[in-house]
């Protein structure tokens, strides 16, 4: 097993472990660091910037969600999802609600692509004129 996998599989160990195993696996992750030749602390400290961007993205992504979810938590309530995901995204209301709140679909989280942000935004605007053109 090369250093970047085995430190893979030791950052997962530890994450996953008890308080007990924890300091057990950092002594192995010590004596790990402590064994590694430039060349493989390179390859490691790669393995941590990839695994940071990783993370970087995850919380971007969720922020994003975030951010989706208060923009319309107003809205949602007088106007119709299974209309707006019909009529806009030819999908189900379930497809949108998945995409709101950023639930997992097998076994991945999903969100709203950049067009189907964009789509919202026309479908948003699309409406609220209907809404004004309303005359009694």
């Not at 893979?8 to 660091?33: G, M, S, T």
């Not at 806009?88 to 999903?110: A, L």
């Amino acid at each position: 097993m090369d250093a970047k996998a085995k430190f893979i599989n030791l950052k997962n160990a530890w994450k996953n472990a008890d308080q007990a195993d924890k300091n057990r696996i950092q002594d192995e992750i010590d004596l790990f660091f402590d064994s590694l030749s430039d060349a493989e602390k390179e390859s490691v400290c790669e393995a941590v910037n990839n695994d940071f961007d990783k993370i970087h993205n995850e919380i971007e992504d969720i922020k994003q969600t975030i951010n989706i979810r208060k923009i319309l938590e107003p809205i949602l309530p007088a106007i119709s999802v299974s209309y707006l995901a019909k009529n806009y995204f030819h999908k189900t209301p379930q497809w949108f609600y998945q995409r709101m709140n950023g639930n997992s679909v097998n076994g991945k989280p999903v969100k709203f692509s950049d067009s189907e942000i964009q789509t919202l935004n026309i479908a948003i605007k699309d409406i609220g004129k209907q809404l004004s053109t309303v005359r009694f």
